[in-house]
């Protein structure tokens, strides 16, 4: 099984503050993908990344694949009490199936 | 939303007794995973199905079992549980189409196993 590791693990910051969190791996992955979970939920689908190099905007958030598919990032800007929450990112493997990083978990504070 | 459910939300058992939690879906995908969730170690894949009555184990899937005797359902089973398998376990659903790799999650069930 390939490895994700997102960094940092935990992240508290004010409301207005910029911030990246990110997802590395020694291992290609067909696509990448980021999910942002609640408390007492499933965790709900972000984005899909699929292309060395790729960049894709959702609102404030900014989510880019490695040129080589190894490794990605998410950059929120202007962060809102909103968005707090774990967010995980997920490789693509052979199989239809996904390897999960462990989780950044944000706090904004108003 | 895709229409997936989790039953039950919420269960306590002791130790040494079966348990089998349920995954239904509305979505008639052709993939449907089961996964386990602690802290510090993300989402774990317990074992998938990738049709009626083909499964396959995934990364911890010593301790559990699994059957899919139709689409829409999913059945994972614990035979004789433990306090190792208290955790948060979640069922998810994927169309499984060429290219088209994310995933659609349930709601979670919380498992405590005294």
């Known amino acids: 099984t390939q490895l994700l590791e997102q960094s940092p693990q935990f992240l508290s910051i004010q409301e207005g503050e910029n911030l990246t969190v990110y997802c590395n791996s020694s291992s290609v992955f067909s696509s990448l993908q980021w999910y942002r979970q609640e408390p007492g939920e499933g965790p709900v689908l972000l984005v899909t990344v699929v292309t060395g190099g790729e960049v894709k905007k959702l609102k404030r958030l900014t989510f880019q694949f490695g040129d080589a598919r190894k490794d990605s990032s998410l950059h929120i800007t202007a962060a809102q009490p909103g968005d707090t929450g774990l967010y995980l990112c997920?490789?693509?493997?052979?199989?239809?199936?996904?390897?999960f990083g462990a989780g950044t978990i944000l706090r904004v504070k108003s | 939303d895709a229409g997936i459910t989790q039953s039950p939300r919420h269960k306590v058992t002791e130790t040494g007794t079966p348990v089998t939690l349920r995954c239904h879906q509305t979505e008639n995908h052709r993939y449907m995973y089961w996964y386990r969730q602690d802290p510090g170690h993300g989402l774990r894949l317990i074992h998938y199905?990738?049709?009626?009555?083909?499964?396959d184990k995934g990364e911890v899937s010593d301790g559990y079992s699994v059957s899919r005797s139709k689409t829409e359902d999913f059945l994972l089973t614990l035979e004789s549980a433990t306090s190792s398998q208290t955790s948060v376990y979640f069922c998810?659903?994927?169309?499984?189409?060429?290219?088209?790799?994310?995933?659609?999650f349930g709601p979670g069930t919380r498992l405590t196993v005294l």
């Open positions: 997920a490789g693509g493997e052979y199989g239809n199936k996904l390897v």
């Open positions: 998810a659903i994927s169309p499984g189409l060429a290219g088209v790799e994310w995933q659609f």
């Open positions: 199905s990738y049709g009626v009555k083909d499964t």
